[in-house]
């Protein structure tokens, strides 16, 4: 147990559907990272929290992805009309702070799977 | 092409034979991390490099970044079927190392220990 929470850790949807997953990072930690994994790849970077403020989104993260962390500390990410191309595993990381020194210690992730 | 790529993709090995897992990138490696991931669940961090020629133990895991830093090696000793699973390689590499903390993983070596 790394100290970072998901829920759910497995979702079934139907396309179309809205799907919304949480992450609790390690409580003190003010950075907080959302990645996503398909099967025999490595994890690709959605979008990061400082704090409260989202900091960047990569162009993964198309306009039907909403990610918000309201008081700095839990945080969720929202798809809106999942499709078939969004089933993977969505892992959440926290770090001290930002910065190529700082340790990312991920969740156990949340798997989605959309029929 | 993969930013960082490992090799090999996959590795098979009896119990107790010693393996090496490599790292390669085309940009200078800043902050290198490695992890272990078992199928369906997050990462596990197992160390992280910072400087050129540095070299960390856990147990029996040694993990090296090379002078030119855009290389690293994993390397178990003596393996044990607890070894099995995902090793990912994560590098902060678009930033150059300027404290961005985004990660770039490679697509992973899956290790099969066999008793």
């Known amino acids: 147990d790394t100290g970072v929470s998901q829920d759910p850790r497995h979702k079934i949807t139907k396309r179309g559907q809205n799907v919304t997953f949480r992450c609790d990072p390690i409580?003190?930690?003010?950075?907080l990272y959302w990645y996503r994994q398909t099967l025999g790849q490595g994890p690709e970077f959605l979008t990061y929290?400082?704090?409260?403020?989202?900091?960047?989104k990569s162009r993964l993260l198309s306009d039907r992805f909403s990610a918000e962390r309201p008081k700095g500390s839990f945080s969720t990410l929202e798809i809106q009309r999942t499709e078939q191309g969004d089933s993977a595993m969505y892992l959440c990381?926290?770090?001290?702070?930002?910065?190529?020194?700082?340790?990312?210690?991920f969740g156990p992730g949340t798997r989605l799977l959309v029929l | 092409s993969q930013e960082l790529e490992q090799s090999p993709q996959s590795l098979i090995v009896q119990e107790g034979k010693n393996l090496t897992i490599n790292c390669t990138s085309s940009?200078?490696?800043?902050?290198l991390y490695w992890y272990k991931q078992k199928y369906g669940e997050g990462l596990i961090f197992l160390m992280m490099?910072?400087?050129?020629?540095e070299e960390k133990s856990h147990e029996k895991i040694t993990a090296k970044l090379d002078e030119k830093k855009q290389q690293s090696s994993l390397h178990i000793t003596a393996s044990q079927p607890s070894h099995a699973g995902i090793y990912l390689c994560?590098?902060?590499?678009?930033?150059?190392?300027?404290?961005?903390?985004?990660?770039?993983f490679g697509q992973g070596t899956i290790l099969t220990v066999h008793p």
């Open positions: 994560g590098a902060d590499i678009e930033a150059g190392g300027t404290s961005y903390g985004k990660l770039t």
């Open positions: 490099l910072q400087k050129g020629g």
């Open positions: 409580s003190e930690h003010n950075r």
């Open positions: 929290f400082q704090n409260e403020a989202q900091l960047e």
């Open positions: 940009k200078t490696l800043y902050g």
């Open positions: 990381a926290s770090s001290l702070g930002g910065g190529s020194q700082e340790t990312q210690y």
